[in-house]
T-cell receptor, first 114, second 118 residues
Framework: AQSVTQLGSHVSVSEGALVLLRCNYS??????LFWYVQYPNQGLQLLLK??????LVKGINGFEAEFKKSETSFHLTKPSAHMSDAAEYFC????????????FGTGTRLQVTL | DTGVSQDPRHKITKRGQNVTFRCDPI?????LYWYRQTLGQGPEFLTY????????KSRLLSDRFSAERPKGSFSTLEIQRTEQGDSAMYLC????????????????FGEGSRLTVL
């Protein structure tokens, strides 16, 4: 079985500050890893994904994440927060190569203050 | 391509009534997924189809819930005898066939159907 743990249900940063959202996963097989963003009353939009190859992946809106197998982590970062980044962020895992269902974490709400 | 479409976006019903949600996936996608999301939680897997075959169902999908995809295109999710605990956002997602270059494991989500049971 796969699982995802997102540390910190709420994170608050100042505009222009570093954003760091934490994600740890558990998987018995090589994983695919994803970060999705959700704005109020909307569906989920893919920010970035790790499948194979380079462990540092870049996504939309200046976000990036690094797959660290030894730490079973896939933390999301952005060098400089913008007010428009305020949203709910979800980390998800699936089994590599099967395009099977995604298992999501409980989410982290990012607040950006002036 | 208009993406994944869900209807209705919002549904308010009284306890005990039946409700049905519809999902139209991206046209070339053969896999279709249903998730449920309650307030402050991440999406929870309910079931998925490959073409018209329902390949997996979660234990969350009680016998009051039924999902169909009769022609391998759109899907419906019906909830019978709704309870207040069914209030949630019901999300539909689709993905392209395994083995195709377009399939990199991600799911494409619709805007969701929000159910409120009074």
């Amino acid at each position: 079985a796969q699982s995802v743990t997102q540390l910190g249900s709420h994170v608050s940063v100042s505009e222009g500050a570093l954003v760091l959202l934490r994600c740890n996963y558990s998987s018995s097989v090589p994983p695919y890893l994803f970060w999705y963003v959700q704005y109020p009353n909307q569906g989920l939009q893919l920010l970035l994904k790790y499948t194979t190859g380079a462990t540092l992946v870049k996504g939309i809106n200046g976000f990036e994440a690094e797959f660290k197998k030894s730490e079973t982590s896939f933390h999301l970062t952005k060098p400089s927060a913008h007010m428009s980044d305020a949203a709910e962020y979800f980390c998800a895992v699936s089994e590599a190569g099967t395009a099977s269902k995604l298992t999501f974490g409980t989410g982290t709400r990012l607040q950006v203050t002036l | 391509d208009t993406g994944v479409s869900q209807d209705p976006r919002h549904k308010i019903t009284k306890r005990g009534q039946n409700v049905t949600f519809r999902c139209d996936p991206i046209s070339e996608h053969n896999r279709l997924y249903w998730y449920r999301q309650t307030l402050g939680q991440g999406p929870e897997f309910l079931t998925y189809f490959q073409n018209e075959a329902q390949l997996e169902k979660s234990r969350l999908l009680s016998d009051r819930f039924s999902a169909e995809r009769p022609k391998g295109s759109f899907s419906t999710l019906e909830i019978q005898r709704t309870e207040q605990g069914d209030s949630a956002m019901y999300l539909c997602a689709s993905s392209s066939p395994i083995g195709q270059p377009t399939n990199t494991g991600e799911l494409f989500f619709g805007e969701g159907s929000r159910l409120t049971v009074l």
